[in-house]
């Protein structure tokens, strides 16, 4: 992901490509904005996550995007579920994941939610403060907790720790007050942020992780979980890859959580399923030619069709600029800005874009839109979500009906975790 300069407004972006080119659509101004989802890019994630860290178990975190489509194949893969909600679990439930693939991670809980995890068989939930342990103690006496703790993420483009996890100051009086208050505690976890940028960050909270289960273990503890969370890129233009953050962990699980320990090791992913698989398509309903300074200078303004995918912070946050944009060659460029279809002055998704001058009915792609888009969006103004159209080869099908009739071995994070135990 890359960082656009451009001034006040500068954003996060992804490639931008004229669908006009793509010829079939060219005419067909009367669309709305859709997605397609090639499935078989989550299909791809999943097999290269079980490669390079073989000692984790993948869970998917539904909030970064609970479409049917990803959820039903990570389902057939055999992964487990991030919920953050009563919502998320009864979304997963509905297609047969069973309550022990399901992990409640949202530290702080609604009573009637943890109630109603209670009454769904889900145990496995985070807590990261004492009020927390308390509603579950009254709540959910079979839960199984795992103690989320705060991380270091400078370098991350959304900051949990700002909201969530505990100190490792105050670990050791949650461990002491569960224990009064009778409340079983699993395991602990932490999440290094989303779209985290440095690779120390998970070595220093595995290191952080080791000294609370060792706090545990001094209480009487018996932990035997320990939950990496997600922060893995979703994107190959990512500035640091995958399989180099994979390498980090797995030297630090050596070093702190060794093959053999008896500790249960598992990731939280969102974006790294999702991110890549998800392209955007809108089309150009109006345009404005703006003065720009200084003048002379020339400057077009594009308003897009449907606003749905998500609110502008998010996008900020979330979304990935690559001006990489594929006009067909000798169309000049012209600095743009490109705004959503609503009545909102503040409904711009960029600017400082160069651009080819788009004519309405135009059509623009966008890649990398799997990830926190989405399940950001909003129906305001009553703008409706574009559709998902899911494509998936036959080869990657077969795979995945293989996994769902207990074939295929390989797609199961299964095998990779019961080594540890
Ligand atoms: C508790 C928890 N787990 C997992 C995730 C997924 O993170 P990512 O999309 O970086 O993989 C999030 C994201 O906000 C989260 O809050």
Redesign the pocket.
Known sequence: MERTSAGRGARYWPSVGRLDYWAPFADFTDFRAFFVADLGDVVKKHLRFLKALPHVKPFY?V??NSSRGVVRTLAALGAGF?C?SKTEIALVQSIGVPPDKIIY??PCKQIAQIKYAASHGVQLM?FDNEVELGKVARSHPHARMVL?IATDNPRSS?R?SVK?GATLKSCRHLLETAKEMNVEIVGISF?V????LDLQAFPRSIADARLVFEMGAELGYKMHLLDI????P?TENSKVRFEEIAATINSALDLYFPEGCGVEIIA?????YVASAFTLAVNVIDKQEVPLDPPGSDGRLSRWNDTSCGAEPLWQQHGGRDSSVKPGPHHPLFSSSLWGPSCDGQDRIADGLELPELQVGDWLTFENMG??TIAASSSFNGYQQPQINYVMSRFVCLFVFSCLQGSSPAASGEAATTRRR
């Open positions: 975190a909030k970064c991030d953050a991670t949202n985070a989320c959304a949990l969530f999440h942020g989303s779209g985290c969370g997600g922060g893995f979703g939280k992913l969102g974006r790294y990830a926190y």
